[in-house]
């Protein structure tokens, strides 16, 4: 990628070559994913659900899913500042909503099982800001988020060519 | 232990029992996709998971064996198969994202042992497997409620 101001030229690294075109070779799997992803998003606020994916592809370093997530929350609205603090939320409580909070630490936990489990406190904080079927679409979201996530990382999706919008 | 919850959407518990048949279908290796299942249920720590896949894994004939050894799977190297080991390397890979991505290594060990679809279809399956995780440990459902 090649940019240009006014002085110089700066010359970035290559872009990496993805290794495999999964929904090509698995369209099947892809297909099965796209039902998941429809399925999953039902009843669940924008705003809330584009954190949620936003903060998933943080921790689980995704490329391509930072690049869609974040394109498309500012595309539906979403403030750069709030974007730019969601790594640190925990730091930055008064950009969010206390129901956002509690989404964004049980994101955290249902999406780092690998380190035990989800807490009680954190599954209940959750509970007191949403009832029980919200609270299950939630963990659905968190969860198809991280299958993306997986099939972006594992294949070497490429970011940067996303434009908002371009799969709803 | 009490459960949490026992709801889940019907359309997306169906969606993800669609994923997990069709990854498993297009692997083509009934045995080795349930070493799969539960070695990352092993690493999400999923109780409900490791009941069913491996009383699933018996009923395909998976070794008592395997199983024993499945969490030290690299240090039983004539207990697991270069094909076997290749996949488990890269159900781990998958299933642990957050300590960075998936090695190069790890991906082309893998890509030496299956095609270009029937990889898709495995990384398929490691991704559906850690969905169930996902689903039934923040849910908190007990092991013991399946039966092949």
């Not at chain 2, 359309?11 to 069709?22: D, E, K, P």
Request: hydrophobic share 40%; net charge negative; aromatic share 6%.
């Amino acid at each position: 990628m090649t940019t240009n101001d006014t002085e110089t030229t700066v010359e970035y690294a290559p872009e990496p070559t993805p290794r495999l075109d999964w929904a090509r070779h698995a369209p099947d799997v892809f297909k099965a994913m796209l039902r998941l992803d429809t399925a999953a998003q039902q009843g669940l606020d924008a705003k809330l659900r584009e954190l949620v994916k936003i903060r998933a592809s943080q921790i689980n370093h995704c490329a391509f899913c930072l690049d869609m997530h974040t394109k498309d929350a500012l595309a539906a609205g979403e403030s750069v500042e709030r974007i730019v603090q969601l790594s640190a939320w925990d730091e930055s409580p008064h950009f969010y909503t206390e129901k956002e909070l509690a989404a964004l630490e049980l994101t955290e936990a249902v999406t780092v099982l690998t380190d035990g489990f989800v807490p009680d406190e954190v599954y209940e904080r959750a509970a007191r800001h949403f009832e029980e079927t919200e609270l299950v679409r939630l963990i659905a979201a968190i969860t198809v988020i991280n299958a993306w996530n997986r099939f972006g990382v594992t294949c070497r999706r490429t970011p940067g060519h996303y434009q908002p919008g371009q799969h709803s | 232990m009490t459960t949490r919850s026992q709801v889940l959407d019907r359309t997306v518990a169906q969606a993800m029992s669609g994923l997990s048949a069709t990854a498993k279908k297009g692997l083509g290796d009934p045995a080795l996709a349930e070493l799969v299942m539960i070695r990352a249920s092993q690493l999400n720590h999923c109780a409900f998971c490791l009941g069913m896949h491996l009383s699933l894994a018996r009923k395909h004939g998976v070794s008592e064996l395997q199983l024993d050894l499945l969490s030290a799977w690299e240090e039983a190297e004539d207990v697991f198969d270069e094909r076997e080991r290749a996949a488990l390397a890269l159900t781990e890979a998958v299933t642990v994202l957050t300590d960075g991505f998936v090695p190069d290594e790890v991906y082309e060990r893998a890509a030496r042992h299956f095609d270009d679809v029937r990889l898709a279809h495995l990384i398929g399956l490691v991704v559906a497997i850690n969905n169930w995780n996902r689903v039934m440990v923040s849910r908190r459902i007990p092991p013991g409620g399946y039966t092949p």
